[in-house]
Nanobody
Framework: QVQLVESGGGLVAPGESLTLSCAAS????????MGWYRQAPGKQRELVAS???????NYADSVKGRFTISRDIAKNTQYLQMNSLKPEDTAVYYC??????????????????WGQGTQVNVSS
């Protein structure tokens, strides 16, 4: 089984920065893609940023130029660097990863995994 462990959330003032991290643990063959989602009060969960195994990135328009997603393949870990934070960034942030693991001695399976979520509050 695979688990995603998140850290780095908290309370920060507008204009300040935070970095979130998410480490995948378990018997992992490979990680095909990683990303961050967020859900604000009264809003649907939305994609914030993602990165593929090939290094291609995608960002929500609202965070372009302020947030940066990266990953450390050797550590099975992804990061979200959040700069120039705004009150509108307040939300629960969720880590996501597509992970390939062994199903049998002769086959493997790829599935989506989610972290528990970490609260980010941007307030003056």
């Amino acid at each position: 089984q695979v688990q995603l462990v998140e850290s780095g959330g908290g309370l920060v003032a507008p204009g300040e920065s935070l970095t979130l991290s998410c480490a995948a643990s378990g018997i992992i063959i490979s990680i095909e893609a990683m990303g961050w989602y967020r859900q604000a009060p009264g809003k649907q969960r939305e994609l914030v940023a993602s990165v593929t195994s090939g290094g291609a990135t995608n960002y929500a328009d609202s965070v372009k130029g302020r947030f940066t997603i990266s990953r450390d393949i050797a550590k099975n870990t992804q990061y979200l660097q959040m700069n120039s934070l705004k009150p509108e960034d307040t939300a629960v942030y969720y880590c996501n990863a597509k992970v390939t693991t062994a199903r049998t001695v002769r086959s493997s399976v790829t599935r989506d995994y989610w972290g528990q979520g970490t609260q980010v509050n941007v307030s003056s």
